[in-house]
């Protein structure tokens, strides 16, 4: 058992022993405390929380139940020594040959580890950027994001549906077609075509109208020509998102799920729950007053759910409005009986987001779900950390298809996800495409492909197979420097970091994880060439080498499945 799994269940057993013990105390789940690996050495090798977890549940102090948490741990053979630090961490010493024998189980281990969780039924939303256009570098952060998530999800057993929801009505599509009418109506050919400002700008749509041109549509046939436009877009997107090795299992058009069926069912579910009625909505902030009316409309009462106003469900013409279109969309999925649901969105929509949740929890609470949103931030594009102007070709923004042609699909899927979803990303074309460390892709890469050089200069130094090399910690026992510890520590905590990410819907961890794997390999690789003795091959040492190279093989494994998971190339020689 690896060691994060270790002391859990060594920790777990302490906390039901004492529910035993003390039956009036209701301890709850022990998933609440953390075990971590110090970033000082001189704080152990695992520091643990779990003291002041749970001191409220024991009425004590933390430095007491420390005392009580330490008493317990005294008796693993494995442990030498144990320090409680105030507050009341409790910091844990393991003998060397422990983290041999740690080794040892994780390269025996490695392709059949069974991750401990409840399997669910989830759904991913992600992308659905409105056809309109092509993707820009904005949508490259919810993509890239929201197909990790679903890689990570699926990596420790959970199974998921990827899906992207198709904004295929409404008033963006009027102006959509209102563009592609303006450019059919002129020359498509002149250059000097002044857009009007209504309309969508940029070359791309002149170009879709030609196709249409091409294809010598009816334009009578407007429903035609429309899904005809929306074909094309959605092809283009389609493109990018493979390009970006982003992949969905449905695509969901909001035209064809909002039906006349569905919307009456979802009106009659909400008069029936009394969450809804005609009425006259406040002004929104937005709107200046010589563009609003007040009309009576059909509203959902948000506000005894603690909003601010009631929203509109419908616009006083009939017509749907975005939070009625969510509200179908969101229903649908409950009713295909996921656990749990999972939104991508921009920050711009912060605001929308409780009132959504609010609606659909309050129309199914009798069903057992959990709806997510993950919100990302903005990505500042910079040249040598000076702004990045917009693209005039492309319509005021810089598209998905040009970063990628500009610095590879293995940068921007990295840099996508390398910070916390929240936090916002300065994507440095000079930075990226450094051969430095400063460029995280490349360390990391340049990292696994010393280790295959490293591999390949053993096998033909000993004429040995690396890989058919038997494993046991008695091979493992000299493995005792100070950077072959740390090694070993980082690479046995691999599979809790991925699920940790997948817990969270943090895929930055595991960005974050591979980083600093690839530099204290590098210092390690480094240590060698300052002092002999620790070189990682050793032509007159054979066993050293060895016992060295089962730690380098370990990590190249990791990297290499890592970076499988963020679908970022692993190249073995650079």
Known sequence: MLYHDFLKEKLTEFLDSEKVTNKEKKIESSDLFSIEIPSNQNFGDISTNIAMVYCKDFKISPQDLAKKICKSLKRINDIEKLEIVAPGFINIFFKDIFWSNQLEI???????????????????????????????????????????????LEEVGHEVAREYYINDAGEQIKKLMKTINFYKEKDAKSQNIIIEQELYPGDYLKLISKE????????????????????????????????????????????????????????????????????????????????????????????????????????????????????????????RNYDLLINIWGIDHSGYVTRLKNAINQLNKNKSFSLVVKLTSLVNLLEGRQAVKMSKRSGNYVTLRDVVEKVGVDVLRFMMISRNADKKIDFDFEIVKSKTKDNPVFYIQYAYARCMSLINIFNQTFNLNLSNL?????????????????????????????????????????????????????????????????????????????????????????????????????????
């Open 106 to 152: 994780l390269m025996k281990n490695f392709n059949n580890y069974k991750y401990s969780v409840k399997k669910k039924k989830i759904c991913i939303e992600f992308v659905s950027a409105n056809p309109t256009g092509l993707m820009h570098i904005g949508h490259a952060r919810g993509a890239v994001l929201g197909d990790t998530i679903a890689s990570i």
């Open 212 to 335: 249409l041109s091409k294809e010598k549509l009816d334009s009578e046939n407007n429903a035609s020509v429309e899904n005809q436009v929306l074909d094309l877009i959605m092809r283009d997107i389609k493109t990018d998102l493979q390009s970006m090795k982003v992949n969905h299992h449905s695509f969901i058009s909001e035209k064809q799920i909002s039906t006349e069926k569905n919307i009456n069912n979802l009106m009659d579910e909400l008069r029936n729950k009394n969450l809804s009625y005609y009425g006259y909505q406040d002004k929104p902030k937005s709107v200046s007053d010589k563009n609003w009316k007040r009309e009576k409309q059909l509203l959902f009462k948000s506000k005894k759910l603690g909003d601010d106003m009631d929203r509109a469900l419908l616009k006083p013409n009939g017509e749907l409005t975005y939070f009625m279109s969510d509200i179908i969309y969101h229903q649908n999925k409950v009713d």
């Open 470 to 574: 038997n494993i046991d910690n008695k091979k493992l026992s000299r493995l005792n420097l100070v950077e072959e510890k740390i090694l070993i520590k980082k690479l046995c905590n691999f599979f809790n970091i991925i699920i940790s990410a997948a817990n969270n819907y943090e895929p930055h961890k595991l960005t974050n994880y591979l980083f600093d794997l690839a530099k204290d390999f590098h210092a390690y690789w480094g240590v060698g060439r300052l002092e002999p003795s620790k070189k990682i091959i050793i032509q007159n040492d054979l066993e050293i080498s060895k016992e060295r190279m089962i730690l380098v093989f370990g990590i190249s494994l990791i990297i290499k499945k890592g970076m499988s998971l963020l679908k970022i190339s692993c190249p073995e020689s650079m």
